[in-house]
Antibody
Framework: EVQLVESGGGLVQPGGSLRLSCAAS????????MNWVRQAPGQGLESVAN????????NYVDSVKGRFTISRDNAKNSLYLQMNSLRAEDAAVYYC???????WGQGTLVTVSS | DVVMTQSPLSLPVTLGQPASISCRSS???????????LNWIQQRPGQSPRRLIY???NRDSGVPDRFSGRGSGTDFTLKISRVEAEDVGVYYC?????????FGQGTKVEI
């Protein structure tokens, strides 16, 4: 059974940092592009970043460029999102998703507030 | 960015009756590899998203055959042949042809 389990969310002040993690199991993690997708409260879905199979190619949505960094550790079947200089508009549930959004985790909530 | 536009945004349905959602993209979703990366995503209340359909018309494993997808180029449709109570939720079309992957606004299906 495919499982993606996110962790690392929480309450952070504007300007602060968080590191999200996603633990994958049940599929060959190293064979797939992986994504971070977020959903602000009551809103739709927004792609944040993605990374190719070996981590050599990364893409970011314009609003997070220079602030967020996506990475992966295929030996640990894990995906990460380092989020710096957080803003109120970054508050959302962050989902880890793989294989052209065929696999989704349960999400982790990031709240940005003073 | 590719803009995905869905209609309607709200869809009242009757159990056992068909339902249909349209999705239009601002540019062709045909990729250089010949594939069209148009997916349909379901999000039931309080749950994570779940992909139903990939590459226009392919059902994911475990998805009931009452769900079907069709279309080409810039115009796509999700059809539910006979709505069941468990189909309540928000449905998104999503393109994965260009980065960033973009989603439609969502169509809320309610009984």
């Amino acid at each position: 059974e495919v499982q993606l389990v996110e962790s690392g969310g929480g309450l952070v002040q504007p300007g602060g940092s968080l590191r999200l993690s996603c633990a994958a199991s049940g599929f060959t993690f190293s064979s797939y592009w992986m994504n971070w997708v977020r959903q602000a409260p009551g809103q739709g879905l927004e792609s944040v970043a993605n990374i190719n199979e070996d981590g050599s190619a990364k893409n970011y949505v314009d609003s997070v460029k220079g602030r967020f960094t996506i990475s992966r550790d295929n030996a640990k079947n894990s995906l990460y999102l380092q989020m710096n200089s957080l803003r109120a508009e970054d508050a959302a549930v962050y989902y880890c998703a793989g294989d052209q959004m065929g696999y989704w985790g349960q999400g982790t909530l990031v709240t940005v507030s003073s | 960015d590719v803009v995905m536009t869905q209609s309607p945004l709200s869809l009242p349905v009757t159990l056992g009756q068909p339902a249909s959602i349209s999705c239009r993209s601002s540019q062709s979703l045909v990729n250089s590899d010949g594939n069209t990366y148009l997916n349909w995503i379901q999000q039931r209340p309080g749950q994570s998203p779940r992909r139903l359909i990939y590459k226009v018309s392919n059902r994911d494993s475990g998805v009931p055959d009452r769900f079907s997808g069709r279309g080409s180029g810039t115009d796509f449709t999700l059809k539910i042949s006979r709505v069941e109570a468990e189909d309540v939720g928000v449905y998104y079309c999503m393109q994965g042809t260009d980065w960033p992957a973009t989603f439609g606004q969502g169509t809320k299906v309610e009984i």
